[in-house]
């Protein structure tokens, strides 16, 4: 069994919160020393004795009968905090908090307990006694889980993402790209297109990144999915993350290109996810394509765009979480398409301007160019190949 010992939020409430979220609390019982309203209504002041001589020993006494007669295998505090309200100075605070945990010990009991602190009022106290730390941030933007301490034994360091939801609490731990590999040949992947293809040396390889960069209408989006068609073909998944456009301004601009994606889709070869930037977390985003790599066996992913995925950094580190999902698919043997834009009109453009080019195996340049003949000017696209490892 379980004991929830409750000093701020009633417990009533806390455990009604739990079965809201299917949570199964039949085991635990619950010590509610929390206020009630008769607290306030019956005007409980202490006009002649500090708060600390009038409600440490009572408390103390119902915590101590609790415990000895349940025996509870884990209990759980809300909050430790409580406990300097009702010590005269630190000195007791810090004397009072170890005897209570020491005896829950010996009544072979675990115990978690919560902590509210600010800059204001620190717990490093609290954080020394303790076997384990686990803090809990908020951000305009997102909430956060970080480990910073747990005895005897590793843990990954670093803040995560998590998620409140109906059913409970979702952790998205940052991803680690060395802790995956998987076993693949870096054979080539043709697009179907012969003169791409022979410029290409047979096509992009599984495991390496290709970074397609021009400006918009150019053509990256399309000669990507060129590729997934080919892997179509092959029996192999291919996953497009799109950041800007909607899934059906693809599909339908594929099937006038004759790439038959709706169909792809349909039939599971294809698979194209609308995120919106501010919705998700880079460690939520990382989620979603780890299941796709994992669960669904994708060959082929493709982002589009890279400035799309960079607003969903809301102010982190954008380089770091690029190269870690880059180095990520390449370990599972996934062949990365890169989608960059660029400005439309730009002669002067530089294939190597951005920081990120240098995750690319492969650089393909699309760009437009004037093209003069008999006295007219015509506007045509170009493409080049500018790097390939391999």
Do not use: W
């Not at 150019?218 to 998944?237: C, H, N, Y």
């Not at 294809?270 to 299941?291: G, M």
Request: glycine residues 6%; charged residues 25%.
């Amino acid at each position: 069994s379980s004991l929830l010992i409750c000093f701020g939020e009633p417990g009533k409430q806390i455990l009604e919160t739990g079965s809201d979220m299917e949570l199964d609390l039949t085991s635990v019982h619950c010590l509610d020393l929390s206020p009630d309203s008769a607290f306030f209504t019956e005007s409980q002041t202490y006009d002649f004795f500090s708060p600390a001589e009038v409600d440490k020993d009572p408390i103390t006494k119902k915590i101590v009968d609790q415990v000895t007669q349940l025996k509870p295998d884990r209990i759980f505090v809300d909050s430790m905090t409580q406990f300097r309200y009702i010590t005269a100075d630190a000195f007791q605070f810090r004397k009072q908090v170890l005897a209570f945990i020491r005896f829950i010990l010996d009544q072979g009991a675990t115990v978690v307990f919560t902590s509210e602190c600010s800059p204001e009022e620190p717990d490093y106290d609290l954080q020394f006694m303790s076997d384990g730390v686990i803090n809990l941030e908020i951000t305009p933007t997102r909430r956060i889980v970080h480990i910073s301490k747990f005895r005897s034994s590793g843990f990954q360091s670093g803040k995560h993402s998590l998620r409140l939801g109906p059913q409970g609490m979702t952790v998205f731990p940052k991803l680690l790209p060395e802790a995956y590999k998987r076993n693949f040949q870096p054979e080539p992947l043709p697009s179907g297109i012969p003169s791409l293809d022979q410029m290409l040396r047979g096509g992009i390889e599984r495991g390496m990144v290709t970074l397609f960069r021009g400006p918009s209408g150019v053509g990256k989006t399309t000669i990507g999915l060129q590729f997934m068609k080919e892997a179509a073909s092959r029996m192999e998944r291919s996953v497009v993350f799109t950041f800007e456009e909607d899934v059906e301004i693809i599909l339908r601009r594929s099937e006038n290109l004759k790439i038959p994606a709706r169909v792809m889709t349909e039939q599971g070869s294809l698979a194209i996810i609308k995120i919106e930037p501010l919705q998700y977390t880079p460690d939520e985003f990382s989620s979603i394509v780890r299941h796709e790599v994992e669960e669904n066996q994708v060959r082929i992913v493709m982002i589009d765009s890279i400035s799309g995925y960079s607003l969903s950094m809301q102010g982190e580190d954008f380089l770091s979480h690029l190269h870690a999902l880059c180095k990520y698919l390449a370990n599972m043997g996934v062949a990365v398409i890169l989608i960059n834009e660029t400005a439309l009109l730009d002669e002067d453009d530089k294939a190597t301007d951005d920081s990120f080019t240098y995750l690319a195996d492969n650089l393909i340049l699309l760009r437009y160019v004037d093209r003069h003949e008999d006295g007219k000017v015509e506007l045509r696209k170009s493409i080049g190949v500018i790097k390939k490892r391999l």
